[in-house]
């Protein structure tokens, strides 16, 4: 009896419950399973996760095995769909990225990374200290809080007593009101 005979003996003895049949079908077919996902996909890592779903495809197909026939044609069969339905989804996901020559600069320390350091020029500072003065003290303290403090809704919530509802809603219209002041001043 050849190998492949000998796969089909054991998925037949699988099918009535051989959990050492099952074992040893499994060891014998991760060979061929790597071979026919290493024909399509080169990156090791991910041949091994297709490898993977390959083996739940036939755990949870292992009742539609005819013992009748061949295994190893109803185990390529397997193989070579969940590798093209993981390069499919390559592909879409391919079409989607961006590539990014340059990563944007960000900096560890909390200073850097706030309105209140030189990002600003003095200018600004004054013209967006007016447009806050100008806005009811409910939005201009969710403002301050989550937007110049950088405080999270909830350290805000407890800061100010509003609710984290309150405070969304009344960041929101600050923003909106503080947008449309520095638009009319011509500078957005």
């Keep these: 009896m050849d190998e492949e005979d000998q796969w089909s003996v054991?998925?037949?003895l699988a099918q009535n419950g051989e959990e050492a049949a099952y074992a040893n079908l499994l060891q014998a077919i991760l060979p061929r399973i790597r071979s026919i996902v290493g024909r399509r996909v080169n990156d090791p890592?991910?041949?091994?996760d297709i490898v993977q779903e390959v083996f739940l495809s036939v755990h949870k197909n292992?009742?539609?095995?005819?013992?009748?026939?061949?295994?190893?044609?109803?185990?390529?069969?397997?193989?070579?769909?969940?590798?093209?339905?993981?390069?499919?989804?390559?592909?879409r996901n391919n079409e989607r990225e961006v590539l990014v020559g340059e990563y944007p600069e960000t900096f560890m320390a909390g200073a850097a990374n706030t309105i209140e350091d030189e990002a600003l020029a003095f200018?600004?500072?004054?013209?967006?200290?007016?447009?806050?003065?100008?806005l009811p003290p409910g939005q201009r303290q969710a403002v301050e809080l989550l937007k110049l403090k950088e405080l999270s809704l909830k350290e805000a919530?407890?800061?100010s007593g509003m609710t984290v509802a309150?405070?969304?809603?009344?960041?929101?219209?600050?923003?909106?009101?503080?947008?449309?002041?520095?638009?009319?001043?011509?500078?957005?």
């Excluded at 890592?45 to 091994?48: D, F, H, I, K, S």
């Excluded at 292992?62 to 592909?91: C, G, M, N, Q």
């Excluded at 200018?123 to 100008?134: E, F, G, I, P, Q």
């Design 45 to 48: 890592g991910r041949a091994e």
């Design 123 to 134: 200018d600004d500072r004054d013209r967006l200290n007016a447009a806050l003065a100008l």
């Design 10 to 12: 054991w998925m037949g």
């Design 166 to 188: 309150s405070l969304k809603v009344s960041m929101h219209r600050g923003l909106k009101s503080l947008r449309a002041q520095m638009a009319e001043e011509g500078k957005p």
């Design 157 to 159: 919530a407890e800061v």
């Design 62 to 91: 292992r009742h539609t095995y005819d013992p009748k026939l061949k295994f190893a044609p109803w185990l390529h069969v397997i193989s070579e769909r969940r590798t093209i339905d993981f390069l499919r989804k390559l592909y």
